[in-house]
């Protein structure tokens, strides 16, 4: 409340003021003071809440509510979890974060309720160890209409009908059968839709389960086709996950010609994961981009995570030219052409985040394998390239393992990348414009390790845009790059800017942070999840050595009953022709599953495999499970050697029925 | 004859002119004597145009070792020249003063009548909570002339 209090004077004063003023006739200023009064009101956060989130929107489904959690002092003490998903406020008991951690994720998984439409409030409270308690705040969610709907088949038609009735309906999405499905695509013909605003799933029954393959013997000459193109400027989260997008093999494919698993277009927070590209498609396996004339909004842009995914065997020598074939695993790219507007300025406002940017795409606990680049980025994309393990690149065209695409006459080049804690068994880094950090990686490559090479343009008002600039290399292991670790050429141009250190607040840059990992988005468990899962091979002859192999699920409800026995019969590992299979004889002795803890019966050891010659490694479950411990599933694989080889494959599969 | 009459008209007249000057220096000093009682009087907007009175501020939440600011534009709507010093009173709880500092980037310059002059304030929050989670209290502007 503002009040005003004026200094009070005494008549006799004024009188006097006033006479002498009367006699003088001039203008007498005197001393007199106000007061403004301004109320002021807040509160003191002690706990910091950020990337908070969901996974699921699904009614009856199991969702993940998310939100990262920073102690301002002392440490993170408890959290306590309410939401009124049973149609009731009801604050869970306080759960304690683990001991002397000032940052962590506070994750509380519930089923969410089957009502559909209804609107869902859910907030988090958090203290320190001072216990000075702090609030996230009321966040809302909105359950989708209705579960999935099933499609008929595997084909064009089929998948398509089953989106556009599940859309027509407010559904939450579309499940496709298990089976080697003729995906008959050709050109324009292919799985289209915009996703809805409340979101869309498209979900196979898993990797090698759910096969949509391209024809291979009724085109002559294919064009260039996309099997799954999906935009979502409605700003609703999309989700593909279980399905593998083979290609047509290398028998009809043409120079610059090739196919795409899924087109990502501007979709806002969406996830790719657990699935498999192959089968020599030839283009990409994914393309990400926020394109107009492919249906996008280049300023809405285009976010998300593709995690857990396989990719291998896209590229076809046959078809590859310098100029036009791509053969990528990820493909990301902005707008198209050149847009200074969207091109991002500071490389600071973008470095370690996610949240709150229009474009931003992460690539995370992927593998690649005979890839002409595992991925590749221009048109001023931002991107993160972590985790991942990639075990070969095509032979016929040396270059990057990960790619920051040069500016080039048909417009700019790659803006942003961060590559870190990947394993990169054949090729190394590349740059060609922009900037990024490359950290902790693990590179044996058959030539270079750092190619930074100033862009191929000769356009003189190009820079800075096309110049390599804001670069940044360190604490990487280089195990072999037989041409020398590092190769810097200005192409006859400007010379390429970059630091073999971390950037630093005190260089006048930021002191860096990666951004959370896993992202957010991954904490979902709508597949099994195979965290950890990388295999690497000796140099012909040595040995290849890990201590233990050991399942775990995780999850909440941590509980669950069944009225049918869950079984994990066996737990395969080959290596070549050398078959190490383990018998699990894993079952509920009731109908009680318990989550959250390494089921003891099936920690499984084996050490110092060795490997004659470059040999394919297979991993394969089977048994039969519920489904919600199958989408809870991961294999962590402990203590892996160091040595790795020039080829190598792994293959991941699973026999396992759901129930 | 007429002569006078002249000269008692134009003496009337002169002393209507004297008169009406005389009255018109009483009213110059009854305003000037308006002057005599001069009040410092300033007004605090959240916008340049000052349309949007400012009574309260609220911080929200602020992070322990945090500084948030405020800005608002601070107008002189006297007559004086005045300049202006930042106090505050009122603090709930009655220790939040010790751990709270409310400060502004006024640099003290005389505000001439009509000035707007923009004005952060900013809020400095303790590096540990000392058992405050929400707080308020007064700011005092004292205006002097």
């Known amino acids: ?659 | 004859m007429k002569l006078r009459r002249i000269i008692i008209l134009v003496s009337a007249v002169a002393v209507l002119v004297v008169a009406a000057a005389w009255a018109v220096s009483y009213i110059t000093f009854l305003n000037t004597g308006n002057l005599l009682k001069p009040e410092g009087d300033i007004g605090v907007y959240s916008d340049s145009s000052c349309t949007n009175e400012v009574t309260s501020i609220n911080w929200g939440d602020v992070s322990l070792g945090t500084t948030k600011n405020y800005t608002t534009y601070i107008k002189n709507k006297g007559t004086v020249n005045v300049v202006i010093s930042l106090n505050t009173t009122n603090w709930n709880p009655s220790n939040a003063k010790d751990y709270i500092q409310l400060s502004w980037d006024y640099d003290g310059r005389v505000l001439h009548p009509g000035d707007v002059l923009e004005v952060k304030f900013f809020l400095q929050a303790p590096s540990e909570s000392h058992g405050i989670t929400s707080f308020t209290f007064t700011a005092v502007i004292a205006v002097n002339v």
């Open chain 1, 1 to 659: 409340m503002r009040e005003k209090n004026r200094v009070q004077f005494s008549k006799t004063k004024l009188a006097t003021l006033a006479l002498v003023s009367l006699l003088s006739f001039s203008v007498i200023v005197i001393y007199a003071v106000t007061q403004t009064m301004i109320s002021n009101y807040g509160s003191l956060l002690a706990i910091t809440f950020s990337n908070a989130g969901i996974t699921s929107t699904v009614p009856s489904e199991p969702c993940t509510f998310y939100v990262y959690c920073t102690a301002l002092s002392g440490n993170l003490s408890h959290f306590i979890f309410g939401t009124n998903n049973t149609g009731s406020w009801v604050n869970d008991t306080a759960v304690a974060f683990a001991k002397g951690v000032t940052s962590a994720w506070a994750n509380i998984t519930k089923i969410l309720n089957s009502t559909a439409n209804m609107k869902v409030q859910w907030n988090v409270w958090a203290n320190n160890t001072d216990n000075a308690w702090s609030a996230l705040g009321t966040q809302t969610l909105t359950i989708s209409a209705s579960s999935l709907i099933e499609a008929k088949s595997g084909s064009v038609r089929d998948i398509q009908d089953a989106i556009d009735y599940a859309i027509s309906i407010g559904a939450a999405g579309v499940q496709i059968p298990a089976g080697n499905w003729l995906f008959d695509a050709n050109g324009n013909t292919h799985v289209s839709f915009n996703v809805p605003s409340n979101g869309f799933k498209i979900q196979g029954m898993g990797i090698n389960e759910t096969i949509l393959h391209l024809a291979d013997a009724n085109e002559s000459s294919a064009s260039t086709t996309i099997m799954f193109q999906i935009t979502g400027t409605s700003g609703g989260m999309l989700e593909i996950t279980g399905i593998t997008f083979r290609g047509r093999g290398d028998s009809n494919v043409n120079i610059g010609a090739g196919d795409v698993g899924i087109a990502v277009v501007s979709c806002r927070d969406f996830r790719i994961h657990h699935c498999r590209f192959d089968g020599k498609l030839g283009r990409d396996g994914i393309q990400v981009v926020a394109i107009s004339w492919m249906g996008g909004n280049e300023a809405f842009g285009c976010r998300g995570v593709i995690d857990h995914c396989q990719f291998a065997d896209i590229f076809v020598a046959k078809a590859f030219d310098r100029n036009t074939g791509w053969q990528y695993g990820v493909y990301v790219g902005w707008y198209a052409g050149f847009n200074p507007d969207l091109w991002v300025d500071d490389v600071w406002d973008v470095a370690g985040k996610y949240d709150d940017l229009n474009f931003s795409i992460y690539v995370e606990d992927c593998t690649f394998s005979e890839v002409r680049h595992a991925i590749v980025c221009e048109h001023g994309g931002v991107w993160v390239f972590r985790h991942n393990n990639v075990t070969s690149i095509s032979d016929y065209y040396t270059s990057g393992s990960v790619d920051h695409h040069p500016y080039r006459s048909y417009g700019d080049g790659s803006r942003w990348g961060e590559a870190y804690e990947n394993i990169l068994m054949d090729e190394g880094l590349w740059i060609g414009s922009g900037g990024g950090l490359w950290f902790n990686n693990t590179i044996n490559s058959r030539q270079h390790a750092y190619s930074i090479i100033q862009g191929e343009t000769s356009d003189p008002n190009c820079y800075p845009r096309c110049a390599v600039q804001d670069v940044y290399i360190w604490n990487n292991t280089v195990i072999n790059a037989p041409g020398g670790a590092w190769y810097i050429s200005n192409q006859g141009r400007i010379d390429p800017v970059y630091y073999t250190r971390a950037p630093s607040a005190e260089q006048g840059e930021v002191d860096y942070e990666p951004y959370p990992y896993p992202h957010p988005l991954t904490l979902s468990g709508m597949s099994s999840q195979y965290s950890n899962l990388g295999f690497n091979t000796t140099q012909a002859g040595s040995d290849y050595t890990f201590n233990s192999l050991t399942l775990l699920a995780t999850g909440s409800p941590t509980s669950f009953s069944y009225n049918k026995v869950a079984k994990l019969l066996m737990f395969d590992i080959t290596f070549g022709n050398d078959k190490r299979q383990s018998v699990v004889n894993w079952e509920t002795s009731a109908s009680a599953i318990s989550l959250n803890e390494i089921w003891p019966s099936i920690l499984l050891t084996y050490q110092k495999v060795g490997i004659a010659t470059c040999t394919a490694v297979q991993l394969m479950l089977r048994g039969k499970i519920p489904r919600v411990i199958w989408k809870n599933l991961a294999v962590l694989i402990h203590n892996i050697g160091k040595n790795f080889g020039p080829k190598s494959h792994f293959f991941v599969q699973h026999l396992v029925d759901m129930f």
